[in-house]
């Protein structure tokens, strides 16, 4: 988009903008959280670390059920799958991009981007990123217990926003999607690679320890609905959000795949790496002021470091 004679890249501008807010403030709660008043707090937090209530008055009006994650889940699993039509339609069937998809590409990530990737890493990145999407929307609409927390509008825009930018920007830098169009037809062998299956692999246990965690955590939710309790089992016993991790995780294969030239997958993966870390960070304060016995050898996020 033109803006001040400037093609400015969207998507880069808006998680830029994300990543330094989350570094932002929870660097200033961190230093001063008994000084900043509480719709500060409020705005930030959700969930079980908001501990209880929301009370202010600014927040409260704003405020929206946790469970409302399904509805971002619905529309990734839509509009992810609908980018993997076009990537196989315009790859494998060889029809040319269609032109108001190009438009929207050039708007949102500039009219000068190029392609810096391979069809083979788009199509499996994409799928990748369906299968991850499929299974989030599985796991809140049948695994996750029903509870009273709460989040802020901005949580509930931020999930959309993500979904949108990470689909959009994998997208924005393809073959054909990006420069010219391509005649040169998919290389499948390629998918088989050891780049791809080690990658894949990675993705996968990472894919599968995520859905270990967020059952565990309906197990633990499920016996005591009215309170939050110390979570054992799988990764908890070395972090506290193994589910953060898992998800770093993933983002770090879909980054790798589509190569480190692909500099919005980079973007969107320092993004997901400072939310989930920051997010993680607070949880693992929130469990250790609340559980006298939290076991002192689990760290954050990172085993052994954060």
Request: net charge positive; with cysteine.
């Amino acid at each position: 988009m033109w803006i001040f004679n400037t093609d400015i890249n969207l998507i880069w501008l808006v998680l830029g903008f994300f990543t330094i807010f989350m570094v932002f403030f929870n660097g200033l709660i961190d230093l001063f959280e008994d000084k900043l008043p509480l719709f500060i707090l409020e705005a930030f937090r959700y969930g079980k670390t908001l501990n209880g209530p929301v009370q202010t008055n600014l927040v409260r009006l704003i405020k929206v059920p946790k469970s409302w994650f399904l509805h971002f889940y619905i529309f990734s699993s839509i509009y992810i799958p609908y980018l993997l039509y076009l990537a196989c339609d315009t790859y494998v069937r060889g029809q040319p991009v269609p032109a108001f998809v190009r438009t929207s590409l050039d708007v949102l990530c500039t009219e000068s981007r190029s392609s810096n990737t391979t069809k083979e890493a788009i199509l499996l990145g994409t799928f990748l990123l369906c299968i991850q999407c499929f299974r989030r929307l599985y796991e809140c609409a049948c695994v996750n217990q029903k509870s009273g927390s709460t989040m802020n509008i901005l949580h509930y825009v931020v999930g959309f926003v993500h979904y949108f930018s990470t689909g959009t920007g994998i997208l924005c830098e393809a073959p054909s999607f990006a420069g010219r169009h391509e005649n040169s037809s998919v290389d499948f062998s390629r998918l088989i690679s050891w780049k791809y299956c080690i990658l894949s692999i990675v993705f996968f246990v990472a894919w599968s320890q995520q859905f270990r965690t967020h059952k565990i955590f309906a197990t633990l939710k499920s016996r005591n609905p009215n309170k939050h309790g110390i979570p054992y089992g799988g990764l908890f016993s070395l972090v506290s959000c193994p589910h953060y991790l898992c998800e770093v995780v993933i983002y770090a294969v879909l980054m790798l795949i589509l190569g480190w030239t692909h500099t919005t997958m980079v973007v969107v993966f320092t993004w997901v790496l400072v939310n989930q870390t920051v997010a993680a960070w607070m949880s693992h304060s929130w469990y250790k002021r609340n559980f006298k016995d939290y076991p002192k050898h689990r760290t954050a996020i990172f085993p052994y470091v954060l």
